[in-house]
């Protein structure tokens, strides 16, 4: 298998689950599914969320990925795949769980750079609303410059 197109595979996965992430976001969390993400924006505890049930339904896309392109298949593309997915959950969790909303007591991160800054201030500006209609920012890992803080 060429590397080329595994590489380009896994960042485009990557890159490309922060558009899924968005729409999902913004038209199932904050739409249909609102039942299971009201509960992110009117948190109760660090502990789980039904909210956490996208988390698992994404891995378990990623898992499933990996494994076919492992077990089943042979194919370095679908692992590339699940490997991308499986980068920007991890990239998801360190950033949304642990640094913004301090699930992990006892892991703690810092926006200490011109980027995280930004997505900081976007997520903050998205948790100033709590109900299914109201909103911004709907992207967990990119923000527009327009949520610079300098």
């Known amino acids: 298998m060429n590397f080329l197109a595994v590489l380009v595979v896994f960042l485009a996965a ?14 199932v969390m904050h739409g249909s599914l609102w039942v299971l993400h009201a509960d ?8 789980l969320q039904r909210n956490d ?6 891995a378990a896309i ?4 990996i494994a076919g392109g492992v077990l089943l298949w042979q ?4 692992v590339a795949a699940g ?3 499986t980068l920007y959950g991890a990239g998801y969790f360190l ?9 992990v007591r006892r892991l703690q991160l810092k926006a200490g750079t011109r980027y995280l800054r930004r997505i900081v201030a976007a997520h903050r500006e998205h948790h100033r609303h709590s109900g299914p209609a109201e909103g911004e920012a ?3 890992l990119y923000a527009p410059a327009r949520y610079d803080v300098g």
């Open 138 to 140: 709907f992207g967990f």
């Open 40 to 47: 992110h924006h009117r948190p109760s505890g660090r502990g």
């Open 14 to 27: 990557a890159i490309g689950m922060e558009g899924v992430a968005w729409a999902t976001h913004r038209y």
């Open 62 to 65: 990623a898992i499933a990925l």
């Open 53 to 58: 049930a996208f988390s698992l339904f994404f």
């Open 83 to 85: 490997a991308g997915m």
């Open 95 to 103: 950033f949304h769980d642990v640094m913004f909303h301090r699930r």
């Open 75 to 78: 194919s370095p593309l679908l």
